[in-house]
């Protein structure tokens, strides 16, 4: 019987059901591994990878210096002011030198967009290391290949690709990687930290658009990619002073690498990189207002030999292992517990000098080691160490380590991973792919529960002290969380601790200062701040804003009506700080009530005339003016105002104010129309624009605004309860 059957299906060979399956199988194996080969749906993946992970911080607070950069700065608030941008530094009255108007213009449009909705602000930040991730899946694939195969020009190198599919898989992997990374969580959920992602993208994209244009057949088209690439290039310096280690990584690779490029087109390329330099030095210029010098502490050459390594070290385990995260990373040898037996941190310290030594003796041995990827290796460890320099503390910065500082040098410790992993043997390469995906939804993970931490304010700092970071100035901002919430004794606590490890320190007695006058410790209250204006001469070259001691001590002799001797104050500390809005608005406020009208207006006259784009200024100048009774330069003053905030309202309130008073009410209703037009959801709005419409007859309407603020009323209300 068998043997019958076994004939007749070898007579029928169709009716082989194994086989058929087998290669029915085989057919849709075929078929979805070209389908995952799509560029576009590898690109959709990494735009999803990169939201999912993140999503915990977009309904995230203001944290640190989201504050003033996406809030009070006054750049941002109006397009009048791009121009502007590139004639400051990125803060005002700070030790830091960042010139980045890019950076000061996203925010712009982003204030333009959203106002001060936070959401809006994260998005962007998601969807510019989103696009960075897009960017460099499709450089590592043009570098991958110039890498392996440096005898095929770069016109052939697109069909090249198609035939070998594996380098878009790899380049995919290493994109997906850095990507999901939780190392650049403080350059993604941190609104403050997009420079890196702008100078990411904009360098990438210049480099990307260089090699566009080599397969560009047309002589137009090409002159205008190369164009392109150069405005991008330009906008990446412009971005994040980092974009100068991109130029100098991609000259690197034209003049080692690209062996099949033309002569003339490599020479007009390092011209073009150098004017771009030329030019951003020219622009870096442009700020009059130099920050105040930082005390210069000089260290040695072998102290930062050895913070070089520590630094290395560090960054090398939280690319392998990233564990302890956190702001305010430092890999300084803590001098205090040297002799007191305190062997866990002195432990950690060698460790990160050890791991540092290590990390360069790999580089090594794996660049020297002959193969077809040592050119990988060669070029990623390049990449990394290039990177890296800036960050090592070769020159003194604002900090000894941070973790969005890997944002560039991770891209070169993948290239360098990947060339490492190509020399496994070919039973120990079959595992990869499962190592990848094991190695992406770890690093996920880890991610998702990192961005997390950026969710409060509270949260943040209360994490950021989990991981054993005792920065006093997480400590300052903890203790002022408690202080606004009233939880004065708590706040106390902190300050004071502060102040046992940095009793110089003015921004924590400042902080102390008030919390014991709001508990009606006046009298120490005043002690402290006299003590922080006294010593701001000194003060003033380790830390900035020591003005605020003087400030305060003045709020608190005006609020004892001993006005004369806040004027003495202010006087004395403006002489110091001409450019400090915050003691010219206290100044003139206590002149103005003084009944000295005419010093108060040139007061203000003389700062606005220095500080056209303050906002502020140029409301409290039309203000002083409309109380002076000149009308003209008031309006003129107020409609400067308006113009410089495109969401706020004040000063279009005070011309309606001003129009009413002089029965313009025609010209009363537009302003306000304008005012509720900035501020839709502000109930205010529509009281003033009910009152000026009864002033004109038009009752109906009156009464339809009025209903508008019960609405508004209604809806908040609605809102709150489940809160």
Partial sequence: MFSAVRRFRSKIPHLAFGDVFGRARISQGVRLKNYLRRDWLRMVGLAIAAVVIHAPALQGERIWDDYYLTRDNPFIKSPLLILETFRHYLFVDSFSAHYRPVQNISYMIDYFFWNTDTWGFHMTNVLLHAASGLLLYLLLRELFASLLFRNISIADRARLQRRVPWISAVAFCAALIWVVHPVHSAAVDYMSGRADSLAFLFSAGGWLLFLRAQRTTGPSVGQLLYFLAALSGLLALLSREIACVWIALFLAHLLLIEKKLNVRIRIGAIVCCSLLVVVYAGLRQLPQQRPPSALDLRQSAAVRAVLMARALGDYGRLMVFPTNLHMERTVEFDRSSRGKGDWRKIAATHYLTILGVLVVVTFVATCVKKSRAQAVRIFGATWFIA??????????????????????????????????????????????????VLAVIALSVRSFIRSSDWATEETFYKRTFATGCRSARVALNLGQIYANRGAYAEAEKIFRAVLEQNPNYPNAQNHLALVLFNQGKIAEAERLYAEVEKNSTQTRKEYPHTWIGALNLAKLRHNAKDNETALTILEKTRRDNPQVWDLVALQSEILRETAQLDPAVRLVEAFARANWWHQDAALALGRLYAQQGDAVRAEAALRHASRLDIHDAKALNLLAAMRVGQNRLDEAFSAQRRAVARQPDEPRQYILLSNILEKMGRGDEARAALGQVSRLRALAQNQSVPN
């Fill in 387 to 436: 990177a890296y320099l800036p960050i090592s503390n070769i020159v003194q910065l604002n900090a000894t380590a941070a973790e969005h500082w890997l944002y560039l040098p991770s891209v070169g410790f993948l290239i360098w991973a990947v060339g490492c992993l190509s020399q496994l043997p070919t039973s120990w390469r079959r595992a990869i792919p499962a190592v990848v």
